[in-house]
Every structure is written in C-alpha cells, then in structure tokens.
C-alpha cells in the first residue's frame, strides 16, 4: 500500500513532506502567482507553519493526511468537540494547522460529509504518487457543481511535475501505439480529452512555457475535427484566460464521455495502474466518463461518426428515456362534400360516421398508437372555429398533393432577395404559403404577400366605428383598403433579427433579435404586441408550436425557453447545452422541443418536465438546422461541416449521414408526406435526398440498440436525387407548400 | 464586395499588419477590409481607457508611476461591464430545475388573443389626443384617434375662434405662430394630464383640450381653466383597458 518509496526522486522530499503540504493548503485558494506552487521535489518554504508532526518515513505521511481529511469533515459537520479532541489526541496543537485547514476547507465550497470516506480511500490510492499529488483528495472537486468560479478552477490545482507532463503523455501514446489495431481506435479516443485537460492545468498553474511548449508537441496530433478548438485553445495562455471563457469552464466541469469496450478498458487500466505516476489516471478519473460496454471494440470510422461535440459522445442511459414521438391523433372534421356547413368531431373510440368522407390524415386505426403521447399529456388549445376552416382547406388542399418520389422531384421555386446587401439574417414562409417574412440585419421585419392578394390592416378604431356590424362580409368591411400594400414592415427590435416564425393560424409573427428580445407581431394591425424579455443575449431561433400559442427560443446563454403568448416569463427552460443554442424546432406532436447547438450536439427535451431525453452527437461543426420527419419518427439535422446526419428518436441512434454539400447547411425541409429530404446550404445549392430509402435500410437489431453502434452505409451518392445550383444566392429557407410544390428562398448576393 | 484585393501588407501599418495576423491565426480567411479598421479602433479605444482607469488608480494610491497592479485593477473593473458573459452553467441549472417543477398551466377557453397582461404588452396607447369636433372616439380597440384641432372653441360666445378647426395629426405641443393679439383664449388643460383637477366649470361634453405653448402667448389674453374631460371620454378611458376576466397578475408563476 506505500510504494510511496519506490516514487524516485522523492525520498528527500518526504522529509519535508508535511510542510509543504501546509504549504499548499494555505496558499491553494488564492491565486497562485507567489510561485510557491512550484513543488517539483523541492522543500520550498520551510518558512510557513511548522506542523509539530516529525517529518517521518512514509506511513506518517499517510497519517497525516488521513487526520486532516478527518478533521475537515468533522468541523463541516460541527463536530467542533470532536474536532479539539482530536486534534489534542493527535498533537496537532498548532494553531494554523486549523486555519490554513479552515482556508482550504473553506474554499472548496460545499461537499457532502459522506465523501469525507471516498477522500480517505482516495488518500490510501494516491499515495503512491508524489507527495505533490497526494494533496488531490483535498483539492479534487467532485460531483457536486461548485458555484465558485475559483473554486471551480482550483480543481486544476493538481500539480504534477509541469515538465513530466510531455513525459506521461508520450508514454501514453507509446503504449497506444503498442496495443492491437482492434483497441487502438477506442483508446486513441482519450488523446483529445487528456491533452485538453493537461494543457489547461499546465496554464492554470502558470507553466506558461510548459503549456505551450506541451501544445506544440501533440496539437498537430489531434484529430482534424478538434482542430478548430485546439486554435481557441492555443490562444488561452494565462489564467485569467481561462476565467471568463464560459465553454472552456464548461468543458472543464462536465465529464467528458468516451464509449470503451470492456476489453479495452482493461487494457488500459491494467497499464496506468502499473505505473508509478499516476497522474493520467488521476486525470481520467476526475474529468473524463468511461462508459463501458460489453462487445465487440468499435472501429476508427463508427468513432469517427458518433465522435466530435464538446463533451464527448452520450452515454446511453441518457438514450435510453422513452420518447413520444408518435403523431397526435387529428380531430376528425368532416369535410363538406355538398358545402353543407355541418362539423362534427369524432372523438377517438367513436365510431366514424359514414356519410362524409372520411380525413384522410387521421389514422386509420381507432387503438392508440403506443408511441404517440396521451392527447392531453401537455395542454393544448382548443381548435376555433377558423382553426377548423383552415383544416378543411388543408385537407381539400391536400388531396391535390403531388407524391414525390426519386422519380418525380418536385419543381422548385426560389425566392431572391434583391438589394438585401447580405442583410437578409431570416426568413418563414406561412403553412399555406400565402405569406413570406423576411428578417434584416437593420432590425426590420417585412412580409410579403406571396400570392396576388395584398396585405390589409384592420381599419383604425374610429373607421371601425362607422361600418355596419351586421353586414355578411363584415370581416371584409373591417379591413383598411386605403394602405393595402404588396409588403408590411415591421419596426421595433434594436438589432438585427436572427428568426422569424409565423404561428398557425396566420395571426400572429414572431421574431427573434440579437437585442435579447423576442417579439410578438400581430398580422391583423402589423403592429407589435409583445415583447418577450429573458433571455439578455442574442436570440439565434425561435419556432412556434405545429398547434399555436407556445413558442420555444434559443439564444446565446446557453439555454432553450419554452414560452406561451399569455405568459411574459417562460415556462420551461431547457439547461444543458455547452455552448449556444443555434436552433430550435417543435416536434409535430408539441409534447417535444428539438435543439441544435454550438457545441455540436443535438438535444431532444420533454416539454412536460424539461427533462433532456435524447443526446446526439456527431456533428463537427455548430448544428444549425433541424428538421422532423412528418411521421415525427425521425430527425435531420445539418451543420456547418456540410453534413446531414440522420437519427432514429425512438431509439436515439444515428442512422444516416448525407455527404455532399461543401458549406454551412441553413435549410433543411422534408416532403409532406416524407418521401424527401431538401437541404439549402451557403454552397448556393439546393439537394434533394431519397428518405423513404434512407430509413428504410435502418438496421436495428438488439445489439446496435444496446450499444447505440450502427454502421452507417456510404450511401450518400445513392441517396442523392439532384443538385440544383442558384445563382450566387445562399439558401437561407425551404418550404414545400401543401401541394409538395418547393419554395426556397434566399439574399442575392452579387460576388 | 468582400473580395477587393487587401491591402499587400507592405503598405499597412504595423498594427494593421498584427490585426491581419491574428484573423489569420484563428483560421479566417474571408472578411472585408473595414474589418480591420474595426478591430484597429477596437484595440484603441479599450487600450486607452484601461490605461485611462489605471492613471486614476495611481495616482489615487499616490504612485509615481503606473504600474501592473493598477493595470490589472482597471482590467477587472472594466471587465464586468463590457464584456459580460452568460451566466454559468449550474447556475443555469438550478434555475431551470426550479422553472421546470411548475406545471404547465391550463389553458383557458378562446377568450380573445392569448396575451400577457396589459402592462407586459406593448399594446398601450402612448399618447393620447383628443379631437375637437363633436364625434367622440369610442375606441372599442386599443387604437386612439389622432386628431387635433388648432383653435379654442369654448362654451363662451363671445370669445372668437381663431379660424376653422383644422383636422391635423399633431402632438399634444402645438407650436404653430399665430396671432393673438386681441383674442381670448380659453386653454383647457387636457385632462388625461390633470385627472386629479376637478374643475367647477362645466363644459360642454365635446370640448376637447389642446395645450398651446404659452410662450407664443401674452399672458393677458390667456384665460386658463382646467376642465375635467367629459363622461363619455372617462368612459371611453377605462373602456381602452383591455378586460381580463381574472387577476391580471401572472405573478405566481
């Protein structure tokens, strides 16, 4: 249990053990820049506290760590005569022991007594490392989030040699290098994560040489999808770097997650176990998560695929939740085949009048689909009576729909943005296509009338006065004639608007703004009338429910908020994401909220609880589009490394990849019926996918749902069913109207 | 466009040069040419009031010279406020843990456009005129009339009018010249302004109140009443708010 002998180099500091562990503890909550933190093997200050202890051999040491660890934990609980007793029975008189124990009990925060016996477990494990390191079961954090910035970042305190640290690496990557091809992919997945957290702890503990002398030597190893962070981080040299970089703060705090097979992860512990200096060790029990599974070791390009976002891969419990995506049943309207005005609402389980014909999008079946959540699982608002005219139109509509397939495209319509000068940030086009928004970088709103009928405001109060209320048209009479016009424009953010989305029922406009703000528009006066405060940094995207009065939003502050028009606060808030939540979609059933972020990951949330229920990773690059299938089984996804990725929600798996456009992918839509995938990209290409077959060739045996490991054909030219080139104009919005007609729209920009 | 030839760097200061690096270091390849002027600006006017700050600093603690300290000081005093960063990530948590506790509120029957009670929207009217013809706006709506008419017409015969009342869409200060010498004018104070003001003198229910200047005026032609604005008006007022069935407070969420 003490190979602290056999540690070379430190027999002589072992003498003066116990004062620099005084040492450190006293001075570890500050800030660190005495220098006094240099403990390579020397005795460095006898000059602080003495500790009346001895300087012994070995088991001393260990003693005495163990009466510390024991002492904090009985003055956290206020053992205070517990504590005198035995500090008096162990000789620990010396009154700054307490205070210097007081200065770093205190500046670790809050920690539950019950880690008081995983310290001293930890204490008797370390102990074999140099006695610099010994000092981690004081200063690790655990579980527990600290709300300290300082005491955050003290966790990096941990000192090894700074100049081993090339050292353990190496060795690290010596013995990788060694192991057999079917392991040396899955441990290859610690090189990123451990060089991170090393380089950071070199520039915490100010070895500004060793870091950047450390990053030098393995940066260019890294993978290349790293290499966009690895140049952040090349620029973090000194602390005070590192305080107000919140990623990098969140990165450090949330464990990343490798997935090893068991195999492997024997391998590699048997390996680090054996060696003295720990310190790697040390480092993949504090940051990293090693979810372990049983089977066959994963191959270089199954990592490859799964591999990228911030914090590692998802660990499968979190995949595991079970997910509602079925489709709400639709009320059964009755469409009049003789425009006889005669609705009725057939309940599910009643059985169906034969005399109309029946809604063709209504399922089938009257049993309840066991993936579809409970009608009333989340409240929604009651259908109008408008509400149920727009459905009878949408099915008459739907009924002239033309099926799509790889052998019948659908012919596309693109919408040029004229004279924008590049400003044009947003644009949503109506369900029925009858309207078309557009959000400007000078923080105006504009909406077009797509179709030949202008755009009409309600007549002033004192018009309204004076028009007969019990006239027939009377919704014709309220509107304004005189200012009739082919564009509204909306005033009123105070930056420029990032997203703009039109609610269901064509009344209302919401848009989102780099002000914090997200309006509420109405389209009867187009005027402005709410704005909705919460979130204090730039919202990127808002969507509105498939059903009205919710919205959800996503911003810079890391966070999703759920929101309903009559509530100015919002009523969910969705906490998770590393980084800034770049987009934000409902799914067609409203019970779920889909966002892609920053930090290249795609959440699912539950708008019940707020809880996340799906993690998908994968993406190299911020995710900025999402998109349901109309099934509401599936999710698309595009980001700015040109890739579609493709996932099963019911099983929480990545099922496709679609390679081929060469730029950020803004625009992402399926078919109506999910035959087609469109994606829009800043390529200036508008592509077609074949998703009927993409998701048909999902293999899902038990095994790959287990392990969450598929391999995905390269397919992708396959799957492929047409590029179409605009001219200059990066697509910034697709549509299929209700007819499977395709309207793209987009600035024109004239290089 | 953005692809005008950059300047080759032989010709471009030296900061500019740096400036050109650094975008060049963090892997951007595409921007125009005022992005460096931006950055060159930036860089100067951050420099310059931290070294600003930091003078202050010294010479409060009565040092000779600026030193590192003092910079350090004026860095973090200056960091909170220009450039604040979201809040952290547990923090976030915490809050969201207790949003997400709350149910989800039952939504009421169609009453109307789901909206937030009236003083989070930005539905009020934030001004209100009053015309001086006899129609009185019943605003069943929120929108108010913008009328204004320039002249006195009051309840005494003798005073003469100045003109015919002109319909024109003016603010509450009406500054148009005129010429008053020899006229009365009665002023009536609108009474949106003055609702505590009760006034005996009675008035006719259609008089409506513009405030003049009373610099353009000569004092002694200025006869000014504060009159309580008719019942129809006060009506019409309470009658501009927006009905809510229940509490307007959404407080407890």
Known sequence: MTPLLSAPGKMAAVQDGPMELDTEKETKPEILSDGTSKLSGNAASGTLSSSPLTAGGAPKQEDQQTLIAVLQFLRRNKLSESVEILRREAGLEDQEDSQTLDGSGGGKGDRDGGEANSLLSRVSITSAAAPQSTLTPITVKRANEQLDVSVVLSAYSQQGDPSLYQVYYSGLKNFIESVLDCHRAELSQLFYPLFVHMYLELVYNNHENEAKAFFEKFGGDQECYYQDDLRVLCGLTKKEHLKGNEVLLDFRTSRFVLRISRDSYQLLKRHLQERHNNQIWNIIQEHLYIDIFDGMPRSKSQIDSMSGSFAGEARREVNKVKVFHGLLKEPEIEVPLDDEEDEAENEEGKPKKKKTKKDSMGSKSKKQDPNAPQQNRIPLPELKDSDKLDKIMYMKESTKRIRLGPENLPSICFYSFLNAYQGLTAVDFTDDSSLLAGGFADSTVRIWSVTPKKLRKVKSAGELNLIDKESDDVLERIMDEKTASESKILCGHSGPVYSVSFSPDRNYLLSSSEDGTVRLWSLQTFTCLVGYKGHNYPVWDTHFSPFGYYFVSGGHDRVARLWATDHYQPLRIFAGHLADVTCTRFHPNSNYVATGSTDRTIRLWDVLNGNCVRIFTGHKGPVHSLAFSPNGKFLASGSTDGRVLLWDIGHGLMIGELKGHTDTIYALKFSRDGEILASGSMDNTVRLWDSTKAFDDVETDDFTAATGHIHLPDNSQELLLGTYHSKSTPVTHLHFTRRNLLLAAGGYSSQ | ?253
Request: one cysteine or more; hydrophobic letters at 30%; glycine letters at 4%.
């Open chain 2, 1 to 253: 466009g953005a692809h005008t030839k950059m300047a080759s760097p032989k010709t471009v200061p030296k900061d500019a040069q740096v400036m050109m690096q650094i975008l060049k270091d963090m892997g951007i390849t595409e921007y125009e040419p005022r992005v460096i002027n931006q950055m060159l600006e930036f860089t100067y006017r951050y420099v310059t009031t931290i070294i600003e700050d930091a003078k202050i600093y010294s010479t409060h603690a009565k040092k000779s010279t600026v030193d590192a300290d003092d910079i350090r000081l004026a860095i973090q005093c200056r960091v909170d406020q220009s450039f604040i960063s979201p809040p952290p990530r547990d923090f976030l948590l915490d809050i969201a843990r207790q949003k997400n506790q709350t149910p989800l509120p039952l939504i009421k029957p169609y009453t109307g456009p789901r909206l937030p009670p009236d003083r989070y929207c930005l539905t009020a009217p934030n001004y209100r005129l009053k015309s001086l013809q006899k129609k009185v706006s019943s605003s069943a709506g929120r929108i108010t009339v913008p009328r204004l008419s320039v002249g006195a017409v009051s309840s005494r015969p003798s005073t003469p009018t100045l003109g015919t009342p002109s319909v024109q869409t003016v603010g509450t200060k009406v500054g148009t010249p005129v010429s008053l010498t020899g006229q009365r004018f009665t002023v009536q104070i609108p009474s949106s302004q003055a609702a505590s003001v009760k006034s005996a003198t009675p008035t006719t229910p259609t008089v409506q109140n513009v405030l003049i200047n009373p610099s353009l005026i000569g004092s002694k032609n200025i006869l000014i009443t504060t009159n309580m604005v008719s019942q129809n008006s006060s009506g019409d007022s309470t009658s501009l708010k927006r009905k809510h069935e229940d509490e307007d407070d959404y407080d407890a969420l």
